[in-house]
């Protein structure tokens, strides 16, 4: 069964950091391009970052640009999400989504995803 599993989130105070991972079942990432939203109540899904099926492509919102860093490890047919200088605004759900796409550079379009995880819930509070 193909499957995503997202797992780190958590309640962090402002200022903090979380890292969310992403891992893969019943597949293998390889030649796979990851996607990370996130949704808070109330509102339209938020494409947050990307990492290209070789790595060497990443997208970054710019509301997350300069404190998100993705990363893959294909070995562990993981992706990982780490997030600093949390704000109270990046609270919300956080999903991965992948897409088999073996070429270069990636999309924050959440259209292009065709399996998602099932969230993380990331709070960030005070």
């Known amino acids: 069964q193909v499957q995503l599993v997202e797992s780190g989130g958590g309640l962090v105070q402002p200022g903090g950091s979380l890292g969310l991972s992403c891992a893969a079942s019943g597949f293998t990432l390889a030649g796979y391009t990851i996607g990370w939203f996130r949704q808070a109540p109330g509102k339209e899904r938020e494409g947050v970052s990307c990492?290209?099926?070789?790595?060497?492509?990443?997208v970054y919102a710019t509301s997350v640009k300069g404190r998100v860093t993705i990363t893959r490890d294909n070995a562990k047919n993981t992706v990982f999400l780490q997030m600093n200088s949390l704000k109270p605004e990046d609270t919300a759900v956080y999903y991965c989504?992948?897409?088999?796409?073996?070429?270069?550079?990636?999309?924050?379009?959440?259209?292009?995803?065709?399996?998602w995880g099932k969230g993380t819930q990331v709070t960030v509070s005070s």
């Open positions: 990492i290209s099926s070789s790595g060497r492509g990443t």
């Open positions: 989504a992948t897409i088999y796409r073996p070429y270069p550079g990636c999309t924050v379009v959440g259209a292009e995803y065709d399996t």
